[in-house]
């Protein structure tokens, strides 16, 4: 079965920190961009950060730049969200994606230009004292 599973998430209090882990069963990630969304209640998804197939290429939105890191270890089969200083407003469902090819820079997996191939299930961040 082709899936992406997604760890990590919890409840933290503002200042804290989490790390998604973002797992691919059944595929190889080598060759796939892949990007973090979040979607918090009555909002759009929106694309948080992505990293290209290779590595070399990343992408973050402007609330999160200097707090969260994407990498990737592809060995491990799995890519990485590192939180640093949450705050409340970072509170949501937190979903990977996957798209496939070498070509997708960062930015463009992050503005959806094509709909990924696949999706997680979502794991909950909760940001509270």
């Known amino acids: 079965q082709l899936q992406l599973v997604e760890s990590g998430g919890g409840l933290v209090q503002p200042g804290g920190s989490l790390r998604l882990s973002c797992a691919a069963s059944?595929?190889?990630?080598?060759?796939?961009?892949i990007g973090w969304f979040r979607q918090a209640p009555g909002q759009e998804r929106e694309g948080v950060s992505c990293?290209?197939?290779?590595?070399?290429?990343?992408n973050y939105a402007d609330s999160v730049k200097g707090r969260f890191t994407i990498s990737r270890d592809n060995a491990k089969n799995t890519v990485y969200l590192q939180m640093n200083s949450l705050k409340p407003d970072d509170t949501a469902i937190y979903y990977c994606?996957?798209?496939?090819?070498?070509?997708?820079?960062?930015?463009?997996?992050?503005?959806?230009?094509?709909?990924?191939?696949?999706w997680g299930q979502g794991t909950q961040v909760t940001v509270s004292s």
């Open positions: 994606a996957a798209s496939r090819g070498r070509g997708i820079s960062g930015q463009r997996m992050c503005a959806m230009s094509s709909p990924p191939d696949y």
């Open positions: 990293i290209s197939s290779s590595g070399g290429s990343t």
């Open positions: 059944g595929f190889t990630l080598d060759y796939y961009a």
